[in-house]
């Protein structure tokens, strides 16, 4: 049965591979895809997909494909089979500031809206700490169990210095699948009483 991963397989191989536009096409169509969002990675894909359903919301069953790129500098050649030429799918994205020109870049090509590109300031967990508070994320990774691993962090000499929220952030990314596993974490723990970040924005925005 086809399903969203299908459609991004095929859309890959259409992109990367050499291969055919036609499945990704059909795919497409029996899907009932209308939008695309473009996102940096595999964390900030996690945060999102947990967030949706927090609010109860299938993206997916919605018509929505979350792709994570594998890097900001794939969004040219994804955007410019999705959008306007290629699929003609409304495209959606999250991604860093200093990521935002390959973005715009990619729009343009897309005749994308550049109004539904989502910028963090530095990068998603920078913007999640900000808005749930370094002491709330230090209870969430000592409820994870990450307690320990985070103090045995904190002693090195690099850390000396840094704040507690640039020490977390740099934390969150220090052993492979961490920023996945708290990209779920931290969105899971957003409430409606917190500011809006970009994910909330690009979330109310689909």
């Known amino acids: 049965m086809a399903d969203m991963a299908s459609f991004r397989e095929a859309l890959a191989a259409w992109t990367f591979g050499g291969g055919p536009a036609e499945p990704a096409r059909r795919l497409a169509d029996g899907l009932r895809v209308h939008t695309a969002v473009l996102l940096e990675g595999l964390s900030d894909s996690a945060a999102l997909d947990t967030l949706a359903a927090a609010h109860g919301r299938d993206l ?3 018509g929505v494909c979350v792709l994570p790129m594998g890097g ?3 969004v040219g050649r994804y955007a410019a089979n999705l959008g306007r030429e290629g699929l003609g799918l409304r495209l ?3 991604c860093d500031e200093a990521e935002r020109g390959y973005y715009l870049r990619g ?4 005749g994308a809206e550049a109004a539904d590109i989502h910028v963090c300031v530095a990068d998603l967990e920078d913007e999640l700490i900000r808005t749930l508070g370094v002491d709330a994320v230090r209870d969430l990774v000592e409820a994870q169990g990450d307690l320990r691993a985070l103090d045995v962090f904190l002693r090195q000499p690099a850390q000396r210095g840094r704040t507690a929220h640039r020490q977390l952030q740099r ?3 220090t052993k492979k699948g ?3 596993h708290y990209g779920h974490v931290l969105a899971a723990a957003l409430t409606p009483a917190h500011p809006a970040t970009p ?3 690009l979330l109310a925005g689909l």
Request: net charge positive; glycine share 10%; no cysteine.
């Open 60 to 62: 997916a069953a919605e």
């Open 72 to 74: 900001a500098m794939n």
């Open 92 to 94: 959606a994205g999250l």
């Open 107 to 110: 729009w343009q090509l897309a």
């Open 171 to 173: 934390f969150l990314g």
């Open 178 to 180: 961490r920023k996945i």
């Open 199 to 201: 994910l909330t924005a």
